[in-house]
Structure formats: structure tokens, C-alpha cells
């Protein structure tokens, strides 16, 4: 039998490929996008702008990003067919759910111009403009709310608010949106990302990766922790339960979401910049309440597990503010991390291996096979 190296589970620590996308030093708590700090790009880019360095690998001229801006705005409505299956889906399905599926629809009436060897770039900038279209059709449709009018005036972050919340969004709103956005469009080999390459390590076209990216960043190990940290807080309903709601969980063995991270070994430099956000707009709507169970939740599972927080954490406590239900929290994720999906895509084409690891087989060999007749 050929000797297979040692099992890496959850192939932790593993080299799958190189990169130009995204660094992240681990023991640092260091985020680069295409050489840039992610610190540098949160407090002096746009969304617009990181989704350019992310698919071209430079920030954009003023003209290229004006370019961009104009695309997107022209490619953010729905095929008529894809609003009438939006139109039949359960008023009670998941976002992340209605997400897949309609992206997966998508596909369906798109151009080719989508499928491996051709510039898929036009593929990116499609499906980075139309998700929030698609979140807001439906959340619209679930609430009655009238239908959404295209605004190719307003940029991603304000488009993503105007879309969910059927209003303007105030200019704070939008900057602290905007900034979430950046903070979440790309993360190296997270799991939904490695699942899009591996999607298009086989030449699957650019639809099918990010469908596959969407249904792995739906769960709570992934993108669907920050729905769960609202879940928590409240579950705890205020300060003074938070040690006794939170030690339980711990002594119980049980994950606060928000916390921890495979390769962060110090605070996650994106949840640093949530926190000061979550208290900016806490001030700025003059409640602090979810901030303040937050702060406290930190303490606790810092003294008790030694674990820092995640870029989950402190999102879903600006989100509310807004008045965003919580079930578009990882929605929202994945209408910034589309970007980081298509360009790792993008880059998997350019320098294409089929990527398909090994198994150390544990089970029998060898065993006879015996008649269905003669099995008891
Ligand atoms: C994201 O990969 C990425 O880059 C993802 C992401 C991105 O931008 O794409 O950063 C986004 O997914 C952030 C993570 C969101 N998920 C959560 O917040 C869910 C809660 N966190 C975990 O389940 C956990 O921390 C992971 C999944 C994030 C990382 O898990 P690992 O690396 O597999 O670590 P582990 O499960 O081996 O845990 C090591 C120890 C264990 O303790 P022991 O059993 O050894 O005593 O730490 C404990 C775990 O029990 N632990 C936690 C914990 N996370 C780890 N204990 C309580 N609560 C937690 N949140």
C-alpha cells in the first residue's frame, strides 16, 4: 500500500497553493489585500476601489474607478424570470439559502462570458453588483415592501442599505457599511474561498464557484456566526448575566460564536476596526446596550479560554442598529466576499492544477462478496 503522510485535519497548516491575493500573518493579527493593509484600505478606500485591487491586483485610477462605480450600477438588476422565481420562493427560506439558489438561477440567463478562459472579470463585476438586488427583492417580497428601484447613483454600501431598509441610509451609515465591506471581501484560504477554487480547479464555470462558496459560508463555523452572536446577546439580555450565560457555555464546552480563529494566534485586526464601529454608531444612535454585552463577553471568554474575537463578533451589533434582521447578517458577508471569491477564481484560471487532496484510507480490504441471497 503507498505510504500517505500524516492526516492534517481540516487540513490545518497545509500549503494548497500560492497566492498574490491576500496575506494574513496569524501571530501578528496582520491583513494585506493585494500588499495593502487591510488597516489603510478600511480607513481611507471604498468598497469600490478594494474590489478593483482584488480582481486587477493595483487600486484603481480615478477614471477606472469611476469606470467601475458606472458598472455597477449598470449590472445590478434581475433577469424577469429570475424575479418570478423569487416571486414563488417560501416567504420563511433562508437568505443564504434564497442567495444560492438564485445565483444558481442566474446562470441560468447570464452570458457565457462567464464560463473559464474568457475575462471573467465581466462574471465578477456581475455577481458582485447584483447580490444585493437579490437580498433586497427578496427581503422586500417577505415584508411587503414595494419593489426595489435600480439607484446606479449609489455606491455598493449604499445600494446594500437602500435595498434591505427602503431608505436612504444616513452618510454614517453608509461610511460604516462601507468599511464592512472592505473588512470582509477577502481572506485567503478561508473555507467558502477554497471551496470556489476547487470549484474551478475543475474548469466549472464562475456561477457554480461562487454557488459553492455561498452554501459553505452559510454555516455557523463560517460566515453564519455573526447571525449567532446576536442569537447570544440576547440570550444573555444584559450585562450582569453575561459571566454566568457565558461561563456556562464555556464549562458546557460549548463555542461562542465570535471567537477563535484557525489562523489568527492574536486579535483579528478586522475586529478591532468592527468594535470602534459598533461604538461610533452605538454613541451615534445613543444605545450602547449590544456594544456594552460585548465589551463584557470579551472579558470573559479572554480570561476563561485565553480566545480572541473574530471579524464576526462586533458585525452583527452595527447591522442591528441599522435595523437589518439578523438573517441578512451573513447575507451581507457574502455580498462583500463575492469579490474575494471571483478574484481567487479568476486567479485559480490563470494558473490552473485540479485541486484533489488524499484520503488515508482506514477502512477493510480484500473482504469477499457474498450473494444478497445468502446475507443475513
Ligand atoms: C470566519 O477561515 C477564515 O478566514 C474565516 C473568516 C473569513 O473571513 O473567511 O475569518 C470568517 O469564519 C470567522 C470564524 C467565525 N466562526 C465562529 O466565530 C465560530 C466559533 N469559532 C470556532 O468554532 C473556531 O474558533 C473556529 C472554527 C473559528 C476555528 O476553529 P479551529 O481552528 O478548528 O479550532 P478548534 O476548534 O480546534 O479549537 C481549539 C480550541 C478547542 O478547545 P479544546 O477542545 O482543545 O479545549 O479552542 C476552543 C475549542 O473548543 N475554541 C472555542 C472556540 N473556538 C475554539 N471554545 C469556545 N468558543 C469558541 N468560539
Redesign the pocket.
Same mark, same amino acid.
Given at each position: 500500500m503507498v505510504e500517505i503522510a500524516e492526516v492534517q485535519r481540516?487540513l !490545518?497548516d497545509v500549503v494548497a497553493l500560492e497566492s498574490r491575493i491576500c496575506f494574513?500573518d496569524g501571530k501578528q493579527g496582520r491583513l494585506i489585500y493585494q500588499g495593502y493593509d487591510i488597516r489603510d484600505l478600511a480607513a481611507r478606500s471604498t468598497f469600490e476601489e478594494v474590489a478593483y485591487l482584488l480582481w486587477y491586483g493595483r487600486l484603481p485610477t480615478a477614471s477606472q474607478l469611476t469606470d467601475l462605480k458606472t458598472r455597477f450600477g449598470a449590472l445590478r438588476s434581475l433577469p424577469h424570470q429570475v424575479c418570478q422565481q423569487l416571486d414563488q420562493l417560501p416567504a420563511e427560506a433562508s437568505p443564504m439559502d434564497v442567495l444560492r439558489t438564485t445565483v444558481s438561477a442566474l446562470a441560468l440567463y447570464e452570458p457565457d462570458e462567464t464560463r473559464p478562459g474568457a475575462s471573467s472579470i465581466g462574471g465578477a463585476q456581475r455577481l458582485t453588483a447584483v447580490l444585493p438586488t437579490i437580498l433586497g427583492e427578496f427581503h422586500r417580497r417577505r415584508r411587503g415592501l414595494p419593489a426595489l428601484t435600480p439607484r446606479p447613483e449609489l455606491s455598493q454600501a449604499a445600494y446594500l442599505l437602500y435595498a434591505i431598509l427602503n431608505r436612504e441610509p444616513t452618510e454614517l451609515e453608509a461610511k460604516a457599511m462601507d468599511v464592512a465591506l472592505i473588512l %470582509?471581501a $477577502?481572506? !485567503? &484560504? =478561508?473555507?467558502?474561498?477554497f471551496a470556489a477554487r476547487v470549484t474551478a480547479s475543475t474548469l466549472s464555470d464562475l456561477y457554480s464557484a461562487v454557488t459553492s462558496a455561498i452554501g459553505t #459560508?452559510k454555516g455557523? #463555523?463560517? @460566515? @453564519?456566526?455573526?447571525e449567532? *452572536?446576536m442569537q447570544l446577546l440576547d440570550e444573555i439580555g444584559s450585562v450582569g448575566r453575561v459571566e454566568e450565560i457565558v461561563h456556562g457555555? #464555556?464549562v458546557r464546552? !460549548?463555542?461562542?460564536?465570535? +471567537?477563535? %480563529?484557525? *489562523?489568527?494566534k492574536v486579535e $483579528?485586526p478586522?475586529a478591532t476596526i468592527l468594535r470602534d464601529w459598533s461604538r461610533r454608531i452605538g454613541e451615534a444612535a445613543g444605545n450602547l446596550h449590544y456594544y456594552e454585552l460585548l465589551r463584557k463577553v470579551e472579558e470573559v *471568554?479572554h480570561r476563561e479560554?485565553g &480566545?480572541y474575537p =473574530? *471579524? $464576526? #463578533?462586533y458585525s452583527g451589533s452595527v447591522y442591528s442598529l441599522f435595523g437589518i434582521p439578523p438573517d441578512l447578517f451573513t447575507p451581507i +458577508?457574502a455580498s462583500s466576499?463575492v469579490a474575494g471569491w471571483t478574484a481567487h477564481v479568476l486567479e485559480e484560471y490563470q494558473d490552473l492544477r485540479l485541486i484533489r487532496p488524499t484520503a488515508k484510507y482506514v477502512g477493510q480490504v480484500d473482504l469477499p462478496y457474498v450473494p444478497v441471497a445468502q446475507r443475513s
Open positions: 481540516g !490545518e494574513i %470582509h $477577502d481572506h !485567503e &484560504l =478561508n473555507a467558502s474561498t #459560508l455557523p #463555523l463560517h @460566515g @453564519g456566526a455573526n449567532r *452572536v457555555k #464555556l464546552h !460549548e463555542r461562542v460564536m465570535g +471567537f477563535g %480563529h484557525r *489562523v489568527y $483579528d478586522r *471568554v479560554k &480566545l =473574530n *471579524v $464576526d #463578533l +458577508f466576499r
